[in-house]
């Protein structure tokens, strides 16, 4: 068999072990099959949102509005908006039925500016960022139970935090099938644990410890900052939402599972998120959960006591899980936007032997690394959240312009124009009111970096200049060889 074919037939499986869009020279066929049916995209939804955030947000929440009643409705409040915004999304990924989520919508609406802003950020900063962001929280799990009584050391955290970046950048690279079973067993860990908290929390309501939600409004610090940083948090719990638009193209019937996956998923976790964070109140005060380190670890070790260590191992599982999610999914809008000529072709390359996307992967590996050297939690997340709520408000608009701009676009889910002005007035109130009300040089420095991204258009996109392809070229041709990665647009030839 030549290597030719030999790529060819490699290319036609990773369409179907990898979940990746390998498109053929007709811009909307996909040699993926319809595998996910409504089960499936709700088990997705609730397995992809529920990860790190709900064992790390709501200490930062409540340290932002500061009070137990405040901070449960900011919990409804967050799966609420994350609901209205995957309707949103549910209507332009069946208008618009191409992978890489954002990017595409930003492409039609706009053109090709603000996709390129888009995938620039995505590259280097949310989807980075927020792997370093879920590695840190699964650190801090890990390693509590070592210090009882005392936060473990920074140093430890990072270190931990770096070595599972390593381990799941490794067994992604190596192995689809690796890294989809690994996947399959911690999404199992991560709803063990949710079920373990919540029945403990009903447990403990049923003997009457309700002592902690009296005048549950009192001492809240309310401001449309401090607000705004707890939507953050609260978000950032609830990021996700819109992974099903990554696979529109693999849904049975999507025309009826997208909406219908998302108005049961996404309320499912809502209400798993408001139950978790009272069962942390039965047996915390407003202060004692702001002094833990990690606070089901605290949950645990005063209602499991002596099996209490479970509840770490579940979490680091989850934690872990959720960033092998993120990493498992990094190769798709690296593709689309490689595809598009708006990214190195070498980070769209798969393994000819292993069937994976190794260059994005590793490449992901290696930014979210960087990020975890200066950055704390807290601070990771608001930035994130920033940024990433920008192109979210963005895409939204990008479906109300194309009500009256695309209007022979056929739209199989049309939902009232309403919700997408509802998110996008939202969308601006989130990026706006930290900077008014609180302002930090490090979201001008979001900004200016998103803006940066403008001058590698110019120079690499718009024009085209031959010096960095003069470049380029040695260095792609280095790489493939050293991991025997080939173009996935071989597939169809």
């Known amino acids: 068999m030549g290597e030719k074919s030999l790529r060819k037939r490699k290319g036609e499986d990773t369409g179907r072990e990898d979940g990746r869009s390998i498109q053929s020279h007709e811009p909307q066929t996909t040699n993926l099959q319809k595998q996910v049916g409504l089960i499936s995209g709700i088990c997705m939804i609730v397995g992809t949102i529920i990860g790190s955030g ?37 209507e332009l990924g069946t208008m618009i039925t191409k992978s890489g989520g954002e990017y595409p919508y930003l492409m039609e609406a706009f053109g090709p500016i603000p996709a390129f802003l888009f995938s620039w950020t995505s590259l280097l900063v949310t989807k980075p960022s927020s792997f370093a962001i879920i590695c840190l929280s699964f650190a801090e799990y890990a390693s509590a139970p070592f210090y009882p009584g005392c936060d473990p050391p920074q140093v430890v955290i990072k270190c931990l935090a770096a070595a599972a970046i390593v381990v799941i950048t490794i067994v992604n690279s190596l192995s689809v099938k690796l890294g989809s079973y690994l996947q399959n067993f911690l999404t199992a860990a991560k709803m063990i644990i949710v079920t373990i908290i919540i029945v403990s929390g009903i447990v403990l309501l049923a003997q009457g410890k309700t002592e902690n939600f009296k005048d549950s409004f009192k001492d809240s610090t309310i401001s449309v900052s401090s607000i705004s940083l707890a939507f953050y948090n609260g978000l950032w719990a609830y990021d996700g939402w819109n992974q099903l638009n990554y696979i529109t193209e693999e849904l049975k019937n999507p025309y009826r599972n997208l909406p219908l996956s998302i108005i ?29 380190q990690a606070v089901a670890v ?107 701009t695309r209007k022979e676009l056929k739209r199989p889910i049309r939902i009232p124009i309403i919700i997408p002005v509802i998110v996008t007035l939202v969308s601006i109130l989130l990026v706006l009111a930290p900077i008014i009300t609180a302002p930090e040089l490090a979201y001008l420095y979001c900004v200016l970096f998103i803006l940066s991204g403008l001058i590698f258009y110019v120079l690499f996109v718009h024009f085209k200049f031959n010096w960095p392809q003069k470049i380029s070229k040695p260095i792609t041709m280095h790489l493939q060889m050293l991991l025997e990665v080939v173009p996935a647009e071989e597939a169809t030839e």
Not at 265 to 290: D, R
Not at 314 to 319: E, L, P, W
Not at 341 to 356: A, D, E, N, P, Q
């Open 54 to 90: 709900i064992f790390v947000s709501p200490k930062s929440v409540l340290g932002n509005i500061g009070a137990v009643g405040p901070c449960l409705t900011i919990w409804a409040a967050c799966g609420i908006l994350a609901t209205l915004g995957a309707l949103c999304f549910a």
């Open 264 to 292: 049961i998923g996404i309320p499912l976790v809502t209400v798993c998120y408001v139950l978790i964070n009272i069962s942390y109140f039965t047996v915390m005060t407003s202060t004692e959960l702001l002094q833990s």
């Open 298 to 404: 605290t949950f645990g070790d005063r209602v499991l006591y002596p099996a209490s260590w479970i509840v770490p191992l579940f979490v680091a599982f989850s934690t872990i899980g959720s960033a092998n999610g993120t990493c498992f999914t990094a190769g798709r809008l690296v593709y689309v936007a490689g595809r598009e000529g708006h990214m190195l072709k070498v980070l769209s390359y798969i393994s000819v032997k292993r069937l994976t996307p190794a260059p994005a992967i590793i490449f992901y590996g290696a930014i979210a690394i960087i990020y975890i050297i200066p950055g704390d939690i807290n601070t990771l997340i608001n930035y994130f959240s920033f940024a990433v709520w920008i192109f979210y408000g963005l895409t939204v608009l990008a479906l109300i312009v194309m009500r009256f």
